[in-house]
């Protein structure tokens, strides 16, 4: 157990943007709205899967919506007020803890502003060691958690609660049309699970992982060493592709940013190109014809010269940037939860690849 | 109070459908629904609003979406078992009875199924005395309820709560996307209210009204005789036109359906042509550059040789209808009633007529 200071949690956002290749928010906006919530209410304990009570529901809380619009409208705390009012009025067992839901620079730290307002520790987990686009793709569900009661607010005080749903599909699919009549996008609690579920299948040290890039980046930024080399220790990344940004093709629609990326090799990857998809995350890297690293395998974008991890909404034209893969959590490979994100999920007609086997 | 038997829901459904304004869904599939009801569960009694207790709250029940969708998606009582226990998990108040929340063949006999599941009275009342397709067109929200808690359910067992909204247009619009979400159309119940505030804002005595219509044109049509003459004494119908259905654009979308009915003159008429804009019920009508009667009035369609009332989804060519022309409730010419629905409500650049001052 301890206590997140205001460093680990800079860190925790640098180091969540890199883990939420591309989605998951922009980290400045979740670092300062984590800073405002620990100085008015108070530091925020983070907690290991092993001391989450056997009793009791552990309830994250995330942004969804296309990250494109969620960089327009910042949360405030009160959104997550009405989520939580709305979810315990719903689910009548005390809520013991949070955590996120997912890795990212605003859906890692946005669990800390409710852990802070409302005195609740922080869960060292999240339901994807990542971050992914759709509400079932996540380790949680994969073990059967069903990701209702789902509760969404936002700052207009609307407050939409999916109460029963067929599966977590469907659930996806009520949740999106609300977050489009919602304006596109909207605070989510939801995927409440007890202790020894989470102790199976939630991404165990995820918080903890992410604090460790995030200072590891910022440290190799300092002392002006290479980005990937520092956090490849932590993490298992490695370097992809080196390239200039040519060119972003990008749609906001349904609830989604969708869309690809192209770059035009640079060092030693001069003379060829590549692109990458996707869809609020980056799903598949190509490059001469052979896909590089695809989900469920983290692919993330950092900006050359300074490592700073890149988000799908940062992308512009002239970045220059490297491509970076990490293996995504083992709970992936198991069988009932690579259905739900292998590359078939997001309408690729291929086989999953192991980041190792690939190239 | 009294009973509803066979014949008098039967007869409900009808005269429903001629004050549903093109709306409300299908009064075969309405009748048939509440009729199967009743024999399994027994009779359903009808209150008036005076007997309705000032404790407790009485909860509408309805069918939301296009009518287009509705007509493909006949409820099952399921639905409203899970609409009315998601709404009593909400609302910790005893729900006393039920009504429609509008006039039409399936929203003014669903309550019927719900109130003989649940063995509710019915009360003898209604919250618009006609159909019109938003959430927020009820003159129980011109009198200041809110439309939430609002409960949608589909058939696939999906719930959805609006628990809490910025104002009545917010839940239109939210309830709208979870509609689209659930497919097209869902069970919808909101808009509870107490005793003593439906007294001075629902609309009384529209089941009766309905029954009694219903009952008029039955007769008429036995008897051969005028079908707009035979109503006319109970709710003031006047013919507007007569004339053949020669075109009909419709387009089903974002949870409505939108149009317009083209019809070319018949008998007095014969030379003349007229048009019926709907958006799920008919909202204007339209003749040689005149207004001859638009919303908050009714316009309903009639064939011509049967009186039998049509729905927007029963409109073709080569029909033969009378157009009529139906006062609406006065509760409706309040000004904090009026604006909701008044045709510039519906993006129509004139200000509002009243049926008897037009042409």
Same mark, same amino acid.
């Given at each position: 157990?301890?206590?997140? %200071?205001?460093?680990?949690?800079?860190?925790?956002?640098?180091?969540?943007?890199?883990?939420?290749?591309?989605?998951?928010?922009?980290?400045?906006?979740?670092?300062?709205?984590?800073?405002?919530?620990?100085?008015?209410?108070?530091?925020?304990?983070?907690?290991?899967?092993?001391?989450?009570?056997?009793?009791?529901?552990?309830?994250?809380?995330?942004?969804?919506?296309?990250?494109?619009?969620?960089?327009?409208?910042?949360?405030?705390?009160?959104?997550?007020?009405?989520?939580?009012?709305?979810?315990?009025?719903?689910?009548?067992?005390?809520?013991?803890?949070?955590?996120?839901?997912?890795?990212?620079?605003?859906?890692?730290?946005?669990?800390?502003?409710?852990?802070?307002?409302?005195?609740?520790?922080?869960?060292?987990?999240?339901?994807?060691?990542?971050?992914?686009?759709?509400?079932?793709?996540?380790?949680?569900?994969?073990?059967?958690?069903?990701?209702?009661?789902?509760?969404?607010? %936002?700052?207009?005080?609307?407050?939409?609660?999916?109460?029963?749903?067929?599966?977590?599909?469907?659930?996806?699919?009520?949740?999106?049309?609300?977050?489009?009549?919602?304006?596109?996008?909207?605070?989510?609690?939801?995927?409440?699970?007890?202790?020894?579920?989470?102790?199976?299948?939630?991404?165990?040290?995820?918080?903890?992982?992410?604090?460790?890039?995030?200072?590891?980046?910022?440290?190799?930024?300092?002392?002006?060493?290479?980005?990937?080399?520092?956090?490849?220790?932590?993490?298992?990344?490695?370097?992809?592709?080196?390239?200039?940004?040519?060119?972003?093709?990008?749609?906001?629609?349904?609830?989604?940013?969708?869309?690809?990326?192209?770059?035009?090799?640079?060092?030693? %990857?001069?003379?060829?190109?590549?692109?990458?998809?996707?869809?609020?995350?980056?799903?598949?890297?190509?490059?001469?014809?052979?896909?590089?690293?695809?989900?469920?395998?983290?692919?993330?974008?950092?900006?050359?010269?300074?490592?700073?991890?890149?988000?799908?909404?940062?992308?512009?034209?002239?970045?220059?940037?490297?491509?970076?893969?990490?293996?995504?959590?083992?709970?992936?490979?198991?069988?009932?939860?690579?259905?739900?994100?292998?590359?078939?999920?997001?309408?690729?007609?291929?086989?999953?690849?192991?980041?190792?086997?690939?190239?």
């Amino acid at each position: 157990m301890r206590t997140l %200071d205001e460093q680990a949690i800079r860190d925790l956002a640098l180091g969540a943007t890199l883990l939420g290749t591309g989605g998951g928010g922009d980290p400045r906006v979740g670092t300062l709205m984590a800073l405002a919530a620990v100085r008015e209410h108070g530091p925020v304990t983070v907690i290991p899967p092993e001391d989450v009570p056997d009793e009791g529901v552990v309830v994250p809380v995330a942004m969804i919506g296309a990250p494109t619009v969620i960089l327009e409208r910042i949360p405030g705390g009160h959104e997550l007020d009405l989520v939580m009012e709305g979810f315990e009025r719903l689910v009548r067992q005390p809520v013991v803890a949070t955590m996120p839901i997912e890795a990212g620079g605003i859906n890692s730290t946005i669990p800390i502003v409710l852990a802070a307002r409302r005195g609740l520790p922080l869960v060292d987990a999240d339901g994807m060691g990542r971050a992914f686009p759709e509400v079932q793709m996540v380790t949680l569900g994969a073990g059967g958690a069903q990701a209702w009661p789902l509760v969404l607010a %936002d700052e207009s005080r609307n407050v939409v609660a999916l109460t029963d749903a067929a599966d977590n599909a469907s659930a996806e699919r009520l949740a999106r049309s609300v977050v489009v009549g919602m304006g596109g996008s909207a605070v989510v609690a939801h995927y409440a699970v007890d202790g020894p579920f989470l102790r199976e299948w939630a991404v165990p040290r995820s918080v903890s992982l992410a604090v460790g890039i995030g200072r590891a980046l910022r440290d190799a930024r300092t002392e002006g060493r290479d980005a990937i080399a520092a956090i490849a220790p932590l993490c298992g990344a490695r370097r992809l592709f080196t390239g200039k940004v040519v060119d972003v093709k990008r749609t906001t629609a349904a609830g989604f940013v969708r869309g690809r990326l192209s770059l035009s090799g640079l060092d030693q %990857d001069g003379g060829s190109s590549a692109e990458v998809d996707f869809q609020n995350e980056n799903l598949i890297v190509r490059s001469g014809g052979e896909v590089l690293a695809a989900v469920p395998d983290l692919i993330s974008l950092v900006e050359a010269d300074s490592g700073q991890p890149l988000t799908t909404e940062g992308m512009r034209y002239g970045l220059r940037v490297h491509v970076v893969g990490i293996p995504s959590s083992p709970l992936w490979w198991r069988p009932e939860a690579l259905r739900l994100v292998e590359p078939r999920a997001f309408g690729y007609d291929m086989d999953p690849i192991r980041l190792e086997d690939a190239q």
